[in-house]
């Protein structure tokens, strides 16, 4: 969780990560796959790989996880 913060404090820098933030989108625990979410969508452009798996999240039953999601696409 922590270290999805960070990371997305770094931005385009983290871009790295981006395989390790897409599959914690899938997390059984919510805070981690909003804070992935976030991350990525802090990192930006480089993170469009991540697209369809914040798409699935923008389904999530928890509304602050879908605006997350939402927030990571735009």
């Known amino acids: 969780l922590h270290a999805a913060q ?7 820098a983290a871009r ?3 395989p390790a933030l897409s599959a914690a989108l899938v ?4 805070g981690v796959r909003g804070a992935a ?3 990525l969508g802090q990192i930006g452009p480089p993170a469009s ?3 369809p798996a ?3 999240l923008a389904a999530d039953s928890r509304p602050a996880l879908r605006r997350t999601a939402l ?4």
């Open 27 to 30: 997390d059984s625990d919510a």
């Open 71 to 74: 927030d990571a696409l735009v």
């Open 16 to 18: 790295a990560a981006v």
């Open 54 to 56: 914040l798409v699935r």
């Open 6 to 12: 960070i990371l997305g404090r770094f931005g385009v």
């Open 37 to 39: 979410g976030a991350a």
């Open 49 to 51: 790989v991540a697209t």
